[in-house]
């Protein structure tokens, strides 16, 4: 069965769109039967141009990446969702977005926060160096999730094995 994961942020734009990339990238590499979706609460209709160029420039595919709301995964034809992991930043006073459940009921939910690096300083190359590191820090932690023996896990073993990753 497949396990779902659903990784939420505000804009859908970056940090959701790296972090659904590389989990689909890692997944189809490892041979494992989880499927990435990223999604918004209020998204900005494009996914930043810098994420698709690093996702690129490391080999990751981006065709289908797009900016999309997440009222699709609360509809009664949404996908089973196993884990929601939101990924804006708190520390920075970003909103981040509560997901409650979708029609299979309420996933295992889990914040790994990450600074918006379309915000960072330096001008154009301080913020490619800030992507490119996004995705590395995402993609490490995704295959982290990924050695986890995912379609055995209750939702609470699941979501304290999530809250794991996010504190290393």
Known sequence: MTTH??????????????????????????????????????????????????????????????????????????????????????????????????PAGAPARVHWGYPDPSRAEGGEAGQRRAFELTRQALGYRMLQLLALPLQGMERRELQAAAQDIGRR
Do not use: Y
């Open 5 to 102: 994961v659903l990784v939420l942020c505000t804009h859908n734009s970056a940090r959701s769109v790296l972090a659904e990339a590389m989990l689909g990238h890692w997944a189809a590499r490892l041979g494992r039967d989880v499927q990435a979706h990223s999604a918004g609460s209020a998204p900005g209709g494009r996914v930043h141009p810098l994420a698709l160029q690093v996702l690129e420039q490391a080999g990751i595919a981006t065709a289908g990446l797009r900016s999309k709301g997440w009222d699709a995964f609360a509809a009664a034809t949404a996908p089973p969702l196993s884990l929601v992991v939101t990924v804006c930043d708190q520390a920075a006073a970003e909103p981040c977005p509560v997901f409650f459940g979708g």
